[in-house]
């Protein structure tokens, strides 16, 4: 539990980032209304870099977070589904992600390469609802993942 001396500690354990960073901030707007129901991937085609992401909100994309360019994937979620896992890896850009879902399916995008990292909660009840991080021209460099309680029981 959090207290008043490890409330610092605590505020930044929620909000670790992976990769080495660099270069623009991105944050996806909170969406207080609707859980995520899909993600949107983009995979450079020379280094397998992953350029952006993309999450989906209720029935509607937010913006395209990271560099321009490259081959979209999709993830939709089925309805009452949430993502509360995610494992990827990195190498001075982001090359890899495996969204794991509390249904038991998962959705992998680029390649596995470099230094692997794996996020999830604090709490079993929490599921992803935000991603924020930086990037460069060829793809992102650093992620996080906002974790929060289900907003809609549709």
Do not use: M
């Amino acid at each position: 539990p959090c207290g008043l001396f490890s409330l610092p500690t605590c505020f930044f354990h929620h909000l670790e980032i992976y990769g080495l960073g660099g270069g623009r901030y991105f944050s996806t707007t909170p969406d207080y209304d609707n859980d995520v129901t899909g993600i949107r991937v983009s995979v450079g085609p020379v280094f397998g870099l992953i350029k952006s992401i993309q999450l989906r909100y209720g029935s509607s994309w937010s913006k395209s977070l990271g560099a321009q360019g490259g081959k979209i994937q999709e993830f939709l979620l089925q309805p009452g589904e949430h993502i509360i896992a995610v494992h990827g890896s990195y190498r001075g850009y982001l090359r890899y992600l495996v969204v794991y879902t509390d249904q038991g399916r998962s959705a992998a995008f680029g390649r596995e390469e470099g230094n692997s990292f794996s996020a999830s909660p604090d709490q079993p009840w929490k599921v992803l609802t935000g991603i924020f991080g930086h990037h460069k021209l060829l793809g992102i460099t650093s992620i996080g993942f906002r974790w929060a309680s289900i907003q809609s029981f549709g």
